[in-house]
């Protein structure tokens, strides 16, 4: 009568088959590679495989052996330092000896040693004893540690006899001994695996996959193909993807793009001229000082790139602000405090034929702020300028509700602001159902004739928005503290990524 076949077998791997037919006892996992013809990583998958469908008991069995280090090495092929000299004062049969003479008969026999600490293994293992500071040789001794040093490369640890473990533990302190922990693997069919393997004799081998081959030559025809076990574990795969704030930046510039803005790059180091002169930022504003700027001690440059705009900065300063306006502090460099210096930049660029223009920058700024749950010393920033004759303050108002209702802020309002750049100047807000509060997210404004005139050349309307990146990105990922977004915890990028 025919065997009947359990529907489990129908979806084994082809290399189950093979260790099921010929897995007899328990086998470790060379033996079984030889009997299936199979390489060793093969054959730990499979039985991993064969283990979750409870076929196969899996043990192991770890043994700890040791090997010379080359100071071991080398001991084992010239002797310890210690029976040098043995062989060096037997040699010339002397039984007593001063460390002067010692020395001196050392250094004529041209025997490398640390005489000091040679000396104390000399004593330590009674080999002499001292006798009004001259060395008694008593004992010539081969000791059990040099007989177990002819012996231990490669040996198993835990077969070592008594005697041989105080000796081993002799040569371990010298530090020339590296012991290796090797781990066989075993494996046994349980009564499932044995009762599969009972029905698998006459079972043919299942196509896991057509080639070229199989098609060109036909030999699928008639074959039986392997089912796939959609229940059968596997470990889970964590493929490489971006950071959830890697994942917004990337949102933000989609959403600039896609509305016919041009992408613009920066320096993260600046003259302090484009981050706060060009914006007319008196040169005594609080946030020029230093606790809450990064200024650079020792960073110096030939070129500052604004020779052809200072002289309208100066005069726009010194008419505006009512004061003696310095070049030489409008040369220090710092690390940029906003993305806006990027915007100068461009102004420069433009002719009256370029407009309307649109940008947009996102990169890192820099301010001397104390780390707290809601600040950082430094945090991506997000900017957005459009030049045009016929942009105004209401369409300003509409970008930025547009462009907060695309990050998915759904209510939004404006309140007044202040920024010595702009005028009139709004700061955005939006609400958060979850703390029933409104929250700040940036500034926004039109430039001044102050900053426009001098760099573009011409008075015209320049709509200016800025925001924090990363205060964005808490929210979003119902971070209470914005320190957590940079932290290394691997199991919170998994569940927060989603890119």
Excluded at 249 to 278: H, S
Excluded at 427 to 444: D, N, V
Aim: aromatic share 10%; charged share 30%.
């Amino acid at each position: 009568m025919k065997k009947q076949h359990s529907k489990l077998e129908f979806n084994f791997h082809p290399n189950e088959i093979k260790i099921l037919k010929i897995l007899e006892g328990k086998q470790n996992i060379k033996k079984i590679s030889e009997g299936a013809n199979l390489n060793i990583d093969a054959v730990a998958r499979t039985i991993d495989w064969l283990k979750t469908k409870n076929l196969v008991i899996v043990s192991e069995n770890i043994q700890d052996y040791v090997f010379l280090n080359d100071e071991g090495k080398e001991y084992l092929n010239n002797g310890l330092p210690e029976r040098k000299i043995l062989n060096l004062v037997r040699s010339k049969g002397i039984s007593e000896i001063s460390m002067e003479d010692l020395k001196k008969n050392i250094d004529e026999s041209k025997i490398n040693v640390n005489i000091n600490l040679t000396i104390g293994w000399l004593r330590k293992k009674k080999h002499i004893t001292f006798k009004d500071k001259v060395i008694v040789f008593s004992d010539f001794a081969v000791q059990d540690d040099e007989i177990l040093l002819q012996n231990i490369d490669g040996k198993e640890i835990t077969i070592l006899s008594d005697t041989d473990k105080k000796a081993y533990e002799i040569l371990n302190s010298r530090k020339i001994l590296n012991p290796k922990e090797t781990k066989e693997i075993f494996a046994s069919l349980t009564d499932e695996g044995k009762k599969i393997k009972e029905n698998i004799a006459d079972l043919k081998e299942q196509i896991s996959q057509l080639t070229p081959e199989m098609l060109a030559k036909k030999s699928w025809e008639g074959a039986e193909f392997r089912k796939y076990d959609v229940n059968v574990f596997v470990e889970p795969q964590y493929p490489a993807k971006v950071h959830p704030l890697t994942n917004l930046i990337n949102q933000i510039r989609e959403i600039f793009v896609g509305t016919g803005f041009k992408e613009m790059q920066g320096n993260l180091i600046e003259p302090t001229f484009w981050d706060f002169d060009a914006l007319f930022q008196p040169q005594d504003h609080p946030a020029r000082d230093m606790q809450d700027t990064f200024y650079l001690k020792n960073f110096k440059s030939e070129i500052y790139g604004f020779e052809k705009f200072k002289d309208k900065v100066k005069n726009a300063h010194e008419k505006g602000w009512k004061y003696k306006w310095n070049e030489e502090d409008a040369k220090k460099f710092i690390l940029r405090t906003h993305t806006t210096a990027v915007s100068a930049h461009y102004l420069t660029t433009l002719k009256k034929q370029d407009l309307p223009a649109k940008i947009f920058t996102i990169g890192k700024v820099f301010r001397n702020e104390t780390i707290d749950f809601k600040h950082l010393p430094e945090f991506y920033q997000v900017e957005g300028i459009i030049v045009g004759e016929d942009v105004n303050f209401r369409n300003l108002l509409g970008i930025l509700k547009n462009f907060y209702n695309s990050l998915g802020f759904e209510k939004i309002r404006f309140r007044p602001g202040y920024f010595p750049y702009t005028e009139m100047s709004v700061e955005p807000e939006i609400y958060l159902e979850s703390k029933e509060q409104w929250m700040e997210l940036g500034g926004a404004g039109i430039f001044r004739p102050e900053v426009v005139k001098p760099l573009l050349g011409f008075e015209c309307p320049v709509l200016a928005w800025g925001l924090g990146l990363d205060r964005i990105a808490a929210l979003r990922l119902n971070l209470s503290d914005i320190r957590d977004l940079y932290i290394s915890d691997i199991d919170w990028l998994r569940k927060n990524n989603k890119g």
